[in-house]
């Protein structure tokens, strides 16, 4: 299918007609008031609104989600444990069924911009492969509008019940794209163990990695080394993932110089949920030295916490605000990392950031995963978050105006 965008500005540059063939970009070029359109090519009208690339959400909680149904009190507890086991006394009294829930979150999701996801899928002795199977059948069911990666999640731990692993690998075998790991020293308690699982799987099925990392200062540290030694032995560099990991650089600066260093060697990836924490490693020292950072909403008011809205322009300006940005140039390289930078973690072939003022993914022969949206700037799209959005995936729009197509 061939596709024309006529007048649009890519990342908030210049007027430009955008042609596109068989899912990707094949011409940018000056906008022509005059210009014929052959017979057969479907038409965007831009009307001067900002082209960017579509959002890569790379850390949600699709299985979770409550989005879209009353309001409730937040029930949970201090502490991963307390919380999922408030998840797990609750998740199933919804008041509608989890497979709509998923669903309706995704379909919100694209609306809003975002055609590639990845999405944690609890695992354990409790919902066993239940919260996987309505993953994995809402991925198949946006496949047109949507690509959609999930992990089998750990939530529980891998130690604690007896039978998870299995169940893990059960999880893989009908599979999931990722394999997941969560706080190796805080929750199991024996972080070689955990981790030599969690490589192990993912070597066994050629998958990659993705750990939940929520421990603090030097433990945090800890944990990743131990990470970091086994993706080095295991020849897994470009396969692993810290999510959250958010106290690594609140240690000692050579600390925080040595990890990036070593991300960047190992080409282990960070995926940020914008979390309001002190100690995070800074943005611009990761971007310059080539460590792929994305973003992404984590839960969706769901029994974890109230927050969370399916929306990742939402969430880039909350990324800026965390981080204290105030320049353009960084809240668009936070616009960068809520796209290009998740899009790398998820494809790590695809453009990378090169520095806080690169912008690619709306140039010859980039995939046309993307997303027209009203602004004056591209740091004023992100502080005024504009609702007057048409959405792009592989070429054809899947979504306008906040509405599904």
């Not at 649009?8 to 430009?16: D, I, V």
């Not at 989600?65 to 201090?78: D, S, V």
């Not at 020293?185 to 490589?199: N, S």
């Amino acid at each position: 299918m061939n596709t024309l965008i006529l007048a649009a500005r890519p990342w908030g540059q210049g007027l430009s007609d955008v042609s596109i063939a068989d899912g990707k970009i094949t011409a940018v070029e000056p906008h022509d008031p005059a210009r014929s359109v052959p017979d057969g090519v479907t038409l965007i009208y831009g009307r001067g609104r900002i082209l960017l690339p579509s959002f890569s959400d790379v850390h949600v909680h699709l299985d979770s989600t409550r989005i879209g149904l009353p309001f409730r009190e937040h029930t949970g507890g201090p502490g991963v444990w307390t919380m999922m086991m408030n998840d797990r006394q609750n998740w199933r009294n919804a008041e509608v069924p989890l497979q709509d829930r998923v669903n309706d979150t995704l379909g919100r999701m694209i609306a809003r911009g975002t055609t590639r996801v990845r999405s944690y899928a609890q695992v354990d002795v409790d919902c066993r492969l239940e919260r996987f199977d309505a993953v994995a059948a809402a991925k198949e069911k946006f496949a047109g509008q949507a690509s959609v990666d999930i992990i089998a999640f750990p939530q529980a731990g891998l130690l604690l019940e007896e039978g998870t692993v299995e169940l893990m690998e059960e999880a893989l075998k009908a599979g999931a794209d990722v394999m997941g790991g969560i706080d190796p020293c805080t929750l199991d308690r024996d972080p070689a163990k955990h981790l030599d699982i969690v490589f192990g799987l993912a070597e066994k099925y050629q998958v990659p990695i993705d750990i939940h990392l929520h421990e603090p200062g030097e433990l945090g540290v800890f944990s990743t080394d131990l990470v970091l030694e086994r993706t080095r032995a295991l020849g897994m560099q470009g396969k692993v993932t810290m999510s959250h990991a958010y106290q690594l650089g609140s240690v000692n600066e050579a600390t925080t110089r040595r990890l990036i260093d070593a991300f960047a060697e190992l080409d282990v990836s960070l995926a940020s949920v914008a979390p309001s924490a002190a100690g995070q490693l800074p943005i611009p020292l990761l971007t310059e030295a080539g460590v792929r950072l994305g973003l992404g909403e984590d839960g969706q008011r769901d029994y974890w916490s109230p927050y969370g809205n399916t929306d990742m322009l939402d969430r880039t300006w909350q990324l800026a605000f965390t981080h204290g940005f105030r320049k353009d140039e960084l809240i668009e390289h936070c616009l960068a990392i809520a796209t290009i930078g998740g899009a790398s973690i998820l494809d790590p072939n695809a453009t990378r950031l090169k520095d806080t003022s690169h912008r690619p993914g709306v140039e010859l022969g980039d995939p046309a995963d993307l997303l027209l949206v009203d602004g004056e700037t591209v740091a004023s799209t992100v502080m005024d978050r504009g609702k007057d959005r048409t959405v792009i995936h592989q070429g054809k729009i899947v979504a306008d105006q906040l509405e599904l197509v």
